[in-house]
């Protein structure tokens, strides 16, 4: 019998499940709120006064339907990913490693997968301040001098192909050069291995919420609705 969220690394799913239902939202503890945040897995967990879910499941499931539609198979999954990475960077921090960045995609991606050498790091980000800003694939960032022109592909088996020259941020006629190619599948999937090891480290009491109160958490990343199971 679960007496606590100590107890879910050594409890099965419908263990957790049968936990979760005997308790009313204002009950859950930080981490039984981030244990919900973090699962993709499930896409409600049934509580004592209502339903509650996380916006992390339904961007991940976004990312997941958006491949399966031509018009939404390439921003869709875009933004849905950098949106999760940014989250995660930003509300969670581990206790047995530190990260020297701040931005939340650079964090997330350093402290939750293998994916840590700074250019990539900072070529995701400009692309992501480009796509945020105009909706465009190009970026100059003017604080840090980064020059990025990317397109998109899937299939390609790794996250980032490096453009055969560093764009110097000239239009020139023709600029397949200077293309970098970032492949949405394998984003999606290295998206996917950040929230489960994240998940995995909370589990393992080695992630600190970066929040307030969990009504923080529970206002910005999850969903309730008032209804019985």
């Not at 250019?119 to 995701?124: A, G, I, R």
């Not at 592909?153 to 790794?158: P, W």
């Not at 000239?170 to 970032?182: A, E, F, P, Q």
Request: hydrophobic content about 35%.
């Amino acid at each position: 019998m679960i007496k606590g969220f100590g107890d879910f690394k050594i409890s099965t799913p419908g263990e957790i499940s049968e936990y979760y239902r005997t308790k009313s939202i204002s009950q859950l503890s930080l981490e039984e709120l981030a244990n919900i945040h973090l699962d993709i897995n499930s896409g409600w967990q049934c509580l004592e006064n209502g339903n509650i879910s996380s916006n992390i499941y339904d961007l991940n499931e976004t990312v997941a339907a958006g491949f399966n539609n031509n018009r939404t198979k390439q921003y869709v999954p875009l933004l849905a990913c950098f949106s999760i990475l940014d989250q995660i960077g930003s509300a969670y921090e581990r206790t047995d490693q530190t990260s020297a960045y701040g931005n939340g995609i650079k964090k997330a991606l350093d402290l939750y997968s293998n994916f840590k050498l700074n250019q990539d790091l900072e070529f995701l980000v400009t692309l992501r301040h480009g796509l945020f800003h105009d909706g465009s694939l190009t970026y100059i960032n003017k604080s840090t001098g980064t020059k990025v022109f990317f397109r998109m592909i899937m299939g390609s088996g790794k996250l980032l192909t490096p453009s055969i020259k560093p764009w110097d941020g000239v239009y020139y006629d023709d600029l397949s050069d200077y293309i970098t190619y970032i492949d949405l599948k394998e984003l999606h999937v290295k998206t996917k291995e950040v929230i489960t090891e994240c998940r995995r480290l909370l589990l393992n009491g080695k992630i600190r919420i970066m929040v307030t109160a969990p009504r923080e958490l529970f206002y910005k990343y999850l969903f309730v609705v008032k209804s019985g199971c």
